[in-house]
């Protein structure tokens, strides 16, 4: 048999890393309903204008000159590492992935920390026991849900059609209780440091079950350097916010894709705590929906995904009443890798 090779492509090898990238996508979306992978243009943008504060490196396997496998890492100061690795499925169970997880895991070793915490994410039981193989630990389950898009739109249009509310423009919906703002593209500058405090109440408050919560910085300057790389990235921002009179009180964030638009990407949806059942989060989450068939690149779009926590009944039940349903479970794990040869499992 021949021997597995570990291969780190460079980041400005733009031909490499698109190979690359459909290896990964054909091992992550094997035997699965409407699983995005990131198009072969944001990938290429992602490696060659990182975040400063990020590293990203790509794997990839091969045993002989076929291509069987690859890992990506990506490195955040003061965050956990976070790894994925993927095997072709005619090429799993033959040592593949574990020449792949030592190859990463000597790389988090040789990081000049005295550790590194690294999270993975894997969505069948088989991922779970090799990840466990390598000293890591469950630490949160979170549902993958689908909603019909092009079904929902229809039923959505067909139930505003004689109530005035446009279904193809941003919406401004007013009543005694809260108001909700739509808009496409970058936040408006009159709200912008309400935007920045929900989105540092979300990293605050999002659950993460027993995973290390990443450091975060948010601020206005973080947040236009992301809207900047999101843009560049190919990326459509759609979002709303909810107030009650002046106060910001929530808000919701769609991502949509102009290389690959067929699967819509629903992002984080936050309400303030102590204005919670109210239905502030389903006008949120409505408000935003209507806004997608103003954006060109969804006149292809099939699917929204969105991910929730397992142990998150009210959100679950929003989604479920909006039509999402479940199309398979997300597990994270995490362990500490130290300056040696194995990974020792986190104390809990």
């Known amino acids: 048999m021949s021997e597995i090779r570990i291969t780190r492509l460079d980041h400005t090898d733009e031909d490499a ?27 290429v943008t992602q490696f060659a204008h990182p975040r400063t504060d990020k590293t990203d490196i790509a794997l990839v396997a091969h045993l002989g000159e076929e291509a069987v496998g690859g890992a990506e ?51 069948c039981p088989a991922g779970v026991a090799f990840a466990e193989t390598r000293g890591m630990s469950v630490g949160n389950e979170e ?6 898009l092009p079904a929902y739109l229809r039923a959505d ?28 593209g970058a936040c408006p500058e009159e709200v912008l440091e309400s935007w920045t405090r929900l ?75 102590a204005y919670r059942g109210r239905g502030i989060g389903r006008a949120l989450k409505v408000a935003n929906l209507r806004q997608l068939p103003a954006v060109p690149a969804t006149a292809s779009a099939k699917w929204v995904q969105t991910y929730t926590a397992t142990n998150n009944g009210p959100m679950l039940a929003l989604n479920r009443d909006l039509g999402f349903s479940v199309a398979d479970t997300m597990t994270a794990l995490e362990c500490s890798v130290g300056h040696s040869e194995a990974a020792p499992r986190p104390q809990k």
């Open 143 to 148: 549902h993958r849900l689908l909603l019909d």
């Open 17 to 43: 890393l698109v190979a690359w990238n459909d290896l990964m996508r054909i091992a992550y979306t094997d035997d699965r309903t409407a699983a995005w992978w990131r198009s072969p243009e944001t990938t």
């Open 73 to 123: 890492i990506n490195l955040t100061d003061e965050s956990p590492a976070y790894a994925e690795l993927g095997v072709i499925p005619p090429h799993r169970r033959h040592g593949v992935g574990t020449a792949l997880a030592e190859a990463v895991e000597q790389i988090l070793a040789d990081v000049d920390r005295p550790s590194v915490i690294v999270q993975t994410e894997t969505y």
């Open 157 to 184: 249009a067909d139930r505003y059609k004689d109530s005035g509310a446009s279904t193809t423009v941003p919406v401004l919906k007013t009543d005694p209780d809260f108001s909700v703002t739509s808009w496409i």
């Open 199 to 273: 989105r540092e109440q979300m990293d605050e408050d999002v659950p993460v079950g027993d995973l290390t919560r990443p450091v975060t910085h948010a601020s206005t300057a973080a947040i236009r350097s992301h809207e900047e790389r999101m843009d560049d990235q190919g990326w459509v921002l759609v979002s709303s916010m909810a107030h009650v009179g002046d106060l910001a009180v929530g808000y919701t964030e769609i991502m949509v894709s102009v290389h690959a638009p067929e699967i819509v990407i629903q992002e984080d949806t936050l309400v303030d705590r």
